[in-house]
C-alpha cells in the first residue's frame, strides 16, 4: 500500500470491521466451526489455543482468501506471526493485500 | 546377514538433497553424518524431530551408523511423550528447533553444530556405509485401540526392500536423475518411505523443505532442477487445484495418506500434465501397492507380497513384509497381484490424512476426569471443506464440564486433527441394548442438539 493511503482516516473504520465481520463468516463457515461469527473474539489467537485452529484449518483459510480475495499466503512470509495472531490482524493483512 | 548400503548415490559429487535450490553432495552428507554420529548421545532410542528433511535424513542416518533407533512416532502430543518415555526410557530428542516443545532431552542438530551446514574435506575418502539388514532401524507407530500407541519395528532390510520396490513403479523415471520434494512430514510412515528413503536409496536427490501452502509448493518446485517428483496427499492436491495454482513441468506426482478420488487424480493429471501414482500402505505394512488412479480401480501389489482373505480380513505377506499383518482396510483380492479396496473397516478414521481409530480416540475422552461417556462419530450430513475435509463429532455425557474444558484435555491427548467438531453435551449417549450407538441415531441426535444449542453449529 502506498504511503498516502496509510492514515487510517482515509480508510473508515466500520469498512474495516465489516471486513473483519465477512472473513468472520468465510471462516467459520468454511471450516465448519461451532461458533457463531459474531462470537469469535476478534483480538484473540487464531491458531492453537485460542480459536483452537490447526495447520489443515490454515491451509483451509488459505483457499478462502485465494478464491474470495485473491491472496496468496506464504509460509516463508516474516508477517505470518502478526498475521495469525488475531482475527483483526488478518484482517488487516486481507485489507492491505486483496487483489479483488 | 547381509548388509546394505547407506545411499544409493555413487560417487561423491552427486547429489543427494537440495536446500532452498542449492545442491547437497553426497560426499557433504555422508560428512554431516559422520559429525553428527561423534556428537549423539549414549542412548539407544532417537526421536527424530528434525522438521529440515535433509536434517532428518542426517539423523536417520548418523542413528544408522551408531546402530541406533529411530522412534517415529504418529503425533508429538505430552501424552503419547509420556508413552514413549516408559517406552525407552533411554530415548533423546533430535530437533533443529532450538525452542523443540517436546519434554525430553534434547540434541539440536544443524544449527550451532558444525554437522549439516560444515565443510568437508574434498580430498577424503568417498566410502557409504553398509548397514545389516538384520538392524533395527526404526520404530513406527500406530494409535492402536487400547489408548496406547502400538509399536511396530523395522528392519533396515525390510525398509530398504520397500522403497527398492516403490522404486520399480516410478519407471520409466531414472530416479538418479530426479528432485523429490514432499508436503508431507519425514516422521509419517509415508514421508519417511517415499521422501527419506526411497531418494536415499535410489539415487535421487530429496528437498530439504516441506512447503505447506500452494504457494510454497510452487516456489520449492520453482528451486528444483528438473525432473521434478511432488510426494503429496488429496488435501495438498485439492488445495493446488482450488487455489488454481500454476507450477512448473513435473515428471511425476505421488499421492497417499488417504483415498484420491478418480475425478480428483484426472484433473490434477489434466492440470499438471504429469503422471499421478497412488501408493497404497499402512504404518504396520509400509508401502505395499499402486496404482495409475486416472485410470485404472485395480492395485498393483509390490513385488512378492501378496493378499490371503480370512475372516472377512485380508492379512498381508511376502515380500517386505516381515509376518503376516492383517490390513485394516477391506481388500478384495482380484489375482495374485491385484486388488481393489472397498474402503475402511467402520472402527478407522481418517482425516486430513492422518489416521485413528474411534475407539482410541473415544478411549482418550472417556479417560478425562469429569466425562461419564463419551463418543467420537463420523458426521454424514456435513458437506466437505475446500481442502476436501470433513471434521470429525463427539457426543459427550459430562454434567460439570464445559466444551471448551473438555476441548482443551482432548488436546493434551490426541493429534489437533481429530479435535471433533462439534463437541454436544448430552444427557445420555442413545446406546443400543449391545451397548452400541448407531449411526442414524447419532445423527438424529446431533440433529436435535443443533436446535437446542445453535450457538454450536455453523
Not at chain 2, 536423475?177 to 517415499?194: K, W
Not at chain 2, 528413503?197 to 528444483?224: H, K, T, V
Not at chain 2, 485413528?356 to 466437505?384: C, E, K, M, W
Request: charged letters at 15%; glycine letters at 6%.
Amino acid at each position: 500500500m502506498s504511503e498516502h493511503a496509510l492514515p487510517t482516516q482515509t480508510t473508515p473504520h466500520i469498512d474495516a470491521l465489516a471486513l473483519e465481520r465477512e472473513i468472520a463468516q468465510l471462516i467459520v463457515k468454511g471450516l465448519n466451526l461451532p461458533i457463531q461469527p459474531e462470537h469469535i473474539d476478534p483480538e484473540a489467537a487464531l491458531y492453537g489455543e485460542g480459536l483452537g485452529l490447526d495447520s489443515i484449518d490454515i491451509l483451509e483459510i488459505a483457499l478462502i482468501v485465494s478464491k474470495q480475495y485473491g491472496i496468496q499466503l506464504r509460509a516463508d512470509n516474516k508477517e505470518n506471526a502478526r498475521i495469525f495472531t488475531s482475527l483483526r490482524n488478518f484482517a488487516r493483512y486481507v485489507a492491505e493485500q486483496r487483489i479483488k | 546377514m547381509s548388509a546394505l548400503p547407506l545411499i544409493a548415490h555413487d560417487r561423491p559429487a552427486a547429489v543427494i538433497a537440495y536446500r532452498r535450490g542449492r545442491p547437497i553432495s553426497a560426499a557433504q552428507f555422508l560428512h554431516d553424518v559422520q559429525a553428527l554420529a561423534a556428537q549423539l548421545p549414549a542412548g539407544a532410542h532417537v526421536l527424530n524431530f528434525c522438521a529440515d528433511r535433509y536434517c532428518f535424513a542426517v539423523g536417520l542416518a548418523a542413528s544408522l551408523v551408531t546402530g541406533k533407533c529411530s522412534i517415529l512416532p504418529s503425533t508429538h502430543t505430552p501424552e503419547v511423550i509420556r508413552h514413549l518415555r516408559a517406552f525407552a526410557p533411554d530415548v533423546f530428542c533430535l530437533s533443529d528447533d532450538p525452542q523443540c516443545p517436546l519434554e525430553l532431552p534434547q540434541l539440536l542438530c544443524g544449527q550451532s553444530s558444525a554437522a549439516v551446514n560444515g565443510s568437508w574435506p574434498a580430498s577424503g575418502r568417498f566410502q557409504v556405509p553398509q548397514i545389516d539388514a538384520g538392524q533395527l532401524a526404526a520404530y513406527v507407530f500406530t494409535s492402536g485401540s487400547s489408548g496406547t500407541p502400538v509399536p511396530h519395528p523395522k528392519t533396515w532390510g525390510r525398509l530398504v526392500q520397500c522403497v527398492r520396490a516403490e522404486v520399480t513403479r516410478l519407471a520409466p523415471l531414472n530416479p538418479a536423475e530426479c528432485a523429490i520434494l514432499g508436503t508431507v512430514p519425514a516422521q509419517h510412515m509415508y514421508g519417511f518411505e517415499s521422501t527419506v528413503l526411497l531418494p536415499l536409496q535410489s539415487g535421487a536427490a530429496l528437498c530439504a523443505e516441506r512447503p505447506f501452502f500452494p504457494a510454497d509448493i510452487a516456489a520449492a518446485l520453482r528451486a528444483l532442477p528438473q525432473a521434478r517428483v511432488l510426494i503429496s496427499t488429496p488435501v495438498h492436491l485439492r488445495a493446488l487445484l482450488t487455489a488454481e495454482q500454476a507450477l512448473p513441468q513435473l515428471e511425476l506426482i505421488v499421492s497417499a495418506t488417504a483415498m484420491l478420488p478418480a475425478n480428483l487424480a484426472r484433473e490434477v493429471e489434466s492440470r499438471y500434465g504429469a503422471k499421478l501414482l497412488e501408493i497404497y500402505g499402512s504404518t504396520e505394512t509400509g508401502q505395499m501397492a499402486s496404482r495409475r488412479t486416472a485410470h485404472e480401480a485395480q492395485w498393483w501389489l509390490w513385488p512378492g507380497v501378496r493378499l490371503t482373505p480370512s475372516d472377512g480380513h485380508c492379512s498381508a505377506h511376502g515380500g517386505h513384509i516381515e509376518r503376516p499383518i492383517t490390513v485394516a482396510d477391506v481388500l478384495e483380492p482380484t489375482g495374485d497381484e491385484h486388488f481393489v479396496l472397498h474402503g475402511r473397516t467402520a472402527d478407522l478414521v481418517n482425516i486430513a490424512g492422518k489416521r485413528s481409530s474411534l475407539a482410541y480416540l473415544n478411549h482418550h475422552l472417556n479417560a478425562i476426569p469429569g466425562v461419564i461417556d463419551g463418543a467420537f462419530f463420523v458426521r454424514d450430513d456435513t458437506q466437505a471443506s475446500l481442502a476436501g475435509v470433513t471434521r470429525l463429532a463427539a457426543l459427550v455425557v459430562a454434567p460439570r464440564l464445559d466444551p471448551a474444558h473438555i476441548i482443551q484435555a482432548l488436546r493434551a491427548r490426541i493429534d489437533a486433527v481429530f479435535l471433533p467438531r462439534p463437541l454436544l453435551l448430552v444427557e445420555h449417549l442413545p446406546r443400543n441394548a449391545t451397548g452400541k450407538l448407531p449411526q442414524h441415531t447419532l445423527t438424529a441426535l446431533t440433529a436435535q442438539a443443533a436446535v437446542q444449542q445453535p450457538h454450536l453449529f455453523a
